[in-house]
């Protein structure tokens, strides 16, 4: 009997203490299975196919997580796969990377809602696509929302600013490219706002200042720009990442509360504001790569809590105190490529192994680290200096210049007066020079890329590239480019580089070479290798023969396309579907220089030894543009280059033409490569029939394509490479049908997959 009432206990104890559930709702239960439905199955919801219990019950893991309250989901939390992202999206499906063209981002959403209960929602690099729905505010108890590593695009809906119990909103890594709305001061109690690496454009919304309750400020690698307004009231702000945008106003005051200010890499001008040295909580602070003047506060530098300090690459000037103290835990300083002078204090010169110090690139008295002479730090203030000082003689030059432009309008509009009567008459006169009208093409160029907002192209020294490349030594060496001799560089700050290496003669005009060079490194494409800079050794001397070129690019380290072609060990080889992301990535790379630029960059040098893949296969057309810096030299007639340059054309043809190769190249194998123009036409034929392709594709292609996707291939090839320009296509039309070959190909590969 003992026992028995012991059993009996035991039981009666495990019903009270059993937690109170109830069965999830079956209307949720079914809006849950519909999300696995509309997010094409992925592998995270996997367990869900077979799972007959509530799904509630499940165990939490790194990439799924439901919670229940009742009978109700709470909590909804799925990570995918789909991390890989092209930097560059146009709005339509991407096979491999996003869900599919039959995705609808309003559906999904719709069942979403049927989720009423919902407080937490995340949905990560699950390939979603669209714009995100104004139906987004219905969740009205959210209070987390990440979205991020999509494809959600354009507006971030203003109907955001009703999610009043939100106080986690997480955007990162989408493509939303307008302005940010300024609505935002409705949401009283978010904490985090994070939008980073979108195409966010326009002011930093001034409404994010009345938030008093936000903890954390992440906008960085967007395109804001304006004025970026005091922050001060934001009491509770810890984090404020701000890197990468054109915001141009001088900086502004901090709360007191803050960790981490990261503002590098924008416009940023006017002295440190000296209230920075009151923020006693701070251990991050990175203003590099701006335009911030004067000498820096010396309390920065003493700050308690400061371990990370970067002021690289601004034009801060004067000296710093001999005595100045350095924060016990101080562990990084770069005050490198700024316009300092004196001496270096002694707690940044005698440095441990606890301390990193960079200060190249200024005017200091001392050995180590390259400095520059005296004259060259001298430069960054007299001219402030004598604005302030004279400003009345300012005025008086603004005057001049005033009269100066009316007097030259006036002749310009007489001129144009008089060429009027005259037409027909006499069609030599010209009242502008031609070399003024060359000059205000390329100005024009400028202009429509944008110079508010990009810096121009950076001038290294010869002493950064020698010993950057070991004074261009043998090993540093990487072979014969299309254009000049090719070298392998690695900066100061680590960054390797490439550098193009052309002798010039020194009667090309400098000046109009800058101009140039200048615009093209204005040409920014996820599919281009970006221009960061150039050299011209010897510039500054009258008596030299030849000046000496170096471009200086983003170095690509995994080789060029037509190598990856060549190699046909089974892990290495390129199969059919990864040759298309590659042809689409170049095709896109052309299509902006056609259409993206006005005027158009043409003869681009199109070869698939021109195409470098980075670590992510990722292409990266390089030699484009260089028919702008011929130009130019071949209208003096005067310039000797290091390498043999066929003939430049000049037409979009053209590039359609070269493009057809590399397409040729892709389906037969580097063979097409060696033999040219008089392979395709003997075996053209040959792509007719199934016989034919067998004996001429490269079989890499014919095992891992489908007929449809390679007949597409094969139709546009053969258009490129006609023989009557007229008959070529755009290359809109190049684009639009290789991006529809590959998704023949991805819808068939999914296809044999489930077989």
């Known amino acids: 009997m003992r026992h028995f009432c012991y059993l009996y206990l035991v039981v009666l104890s495990w019903f009270f203490f059993i937690p109170n559930t ?9 809006a849950l299975l519909q999300l696995r439905v509309h997010l094409e199955y992925p592998s995270s919801l996997q367990i869900w196919e077979y799972y007959q219990g509530d799904l509630c019950s499940l165990s939490p893991s790194a990439n799924l997580s439901i919670k229940c309250e ?8 799925i990570t995918g796969a789909k991390s890989l992202k092209p930097p560059r999206f146009n709005g339509y499906a991407v096979p491999n990377q996003t869900l599919s063209m039959n995705f609808s981002i309003d559906s999904f959403f719709i069942t979403l809602t049927e989720l009423t209960s919902l407080r937490v929602l995340s949905l990560v690099s699950l390939g979603i696509w669209g714009p995100l729905p104004d139906k987004i505010h219905s969740f009205t108890l959210l209070q987390v929302l990440d979205l991020s590593s999509n494809f959600l695009f354009g507006v971030i809906p203003p109907k955001i600013s009703k999610m009043v119990t939100l106080h986690t909103l997480t955007l990162d890594d989408n493509y939303f490219n307008t302005t940010m709305p300024d609505s935002f001061d409705s949401l009283s109690n978010l904490n985090i706002l994070s939008v980073k690496s979108n195409g966010l454009k326009g002011s930093f919304p001034s409404s994010l200042g009345k938030i008093k309750t936000l903890e954390v400020i992440s906008l960085s690698h967007n395109e804001l720009s304006g004025d970026l307004p005091g922050l001060s009231s934001l009491t509770g702000l810890h984090v404020l990442d701000l890197r990468e945008n054109h915001l141009e106003s001088e900086l502004p005051l901090l709360p007191k509360s803050v960790v981490t200010v990261l503002l590098s890499n924008n416009s940023f001008s006017g002295e440190i504001p000296k209230q920075f040295q009151e923020l006693d909580q701070l251990q991050h602070l990175d203003l590099s790569s701006n335009f911030l003047s004067k000498t820096p506060p010396s ?9 990370y300090l970067n002021l690289a690459g601004n034009v801060l000037s004067g000296t710093l105190p001999e005595k100045l103290n350095c924060g016990s835990k101080l562990g990084f300083v770069d005050i490198s490529r700024n316009k300092l ?16 110090v960079r200060y190249a690139g200024n005017c200091l008295s001392v050995e180590s680290q390259n400095q520059h002479r005296g004259s060259y730090c001298k430069e960054s203030t007299s001219g402030w200096k004598s604005f302030k000082t004279w400003e009345v003689a300012v ?28 037409i027909g008459q006499d069609n030599s006169s010209i009242a502008v020079p031609s070399e003024i009208l060359a000059n205000a093409r390329f100005i024009s160029q400028t202009v429509k890329l944008g110079t508010q907002t990009v810096p121009t192209c950076r001038q290294f020294s010869i002493e950064e590239l020698k010993e950057a490349t070991k004074n261009f030594d043998l090993s540093a060496y990487i072979g014969q480019g299309s254009i000049g001799k ?3 560089g690695k900066l100061e700050n680590g960054s390797y580089v490439a550098i193009r290496s052309l002798a010039l003669s020194k009667k090309c005009s400098i000046q109009t070479l800058r101009a140039k060079l200048d615009l093209l490194s204005k040409l920014h494409h996820p599919n281009l290798v970006s221009l960061l800079g150039h050299c011209i050794d010897g510039g500054g001397q009258d008596d030299s023969n030849s000046h000496k070129l170096h471009l200086v690019y983003e170095y690509v380290p995994n080789g060029n396309y037509h190598a990856h072609l060549s190699e046909f060990s089974v892990g290495k080889a390129l199969k059919w579907s990864d040759r298309l992301a590659i042809l689409i990535g170049v095709a896109k790379a052309v299509h902006f220089l056609h259409t993206g630029v006005i005027p158009g960059c043409f003869s681009n040098l199109l070869k698939t030894k021109n195409v470098l893949l980075d670590e992510y296969r990722i292409p990266k057309l390089s030699d484009y543009g260089m028919s702008i810096i011929i130009e130019e030299l071949e209208k003096f007639e005067v310039c000797s280059w290091e390498s043999n340059v066929a003939f430049l054309p000049t037409k979009a043809d053209d590039d359609v033409y070269n493009f057809g190769f590399i397409l040729f190249e892709s389906l037969v194998g580097p063979i097409a490569c060696d033999k040219g123009e008089t392979f395709f036409l003997n075996e053209k034929a040959s792509f007719g029939s199934q016989d034919g392709r067998r004996k001429i594709v490269d079989p890499i292609v014919l095992t891992t394509c489908c007929q449809e996707s390679l007949s597409i291939a094969i139709s546009i090839t053969t258009k490129c490479i006609s023989p009557e320009s007229s008959f070529r296509p755009s290359f809109e039309d190049v684009l639009w049908n290789l991006q529809y070959a590959a998704q023949v190909q991805a819808t068939a ?6 077989d």
Request: hydrophobic share 45%.
């Open 749 to 754: 590969d999914a296809d044999h997959k489930s």
């Open 486 to 488: 090719m070298y392998k």
């Open 22 to 30: 109830h069965e999830l709702q079956a209307v949720q239960t079914q």
């Open 70 to 77: 009742d009978d109700e989901v709470t909590e909804l939390k």
């Open 341 to 356: 002078s004196g001496g270096l204090p002694s707690c940044l010169a005698n440095t441990s192994d606890s301390r990193v």
């Open 395 to 422: 005025v008086m030059a603004l005057i001049v210049v005033l009269v100066l432009v009316l007097l030259v309008s006036s002749i310009f509009l007489w001129k144009k007066y008089h060429s009027r009567k005259t």
């Open 299 to 307: 309390a920065l530098f003493s700050l308690p809590q400061i371990s």
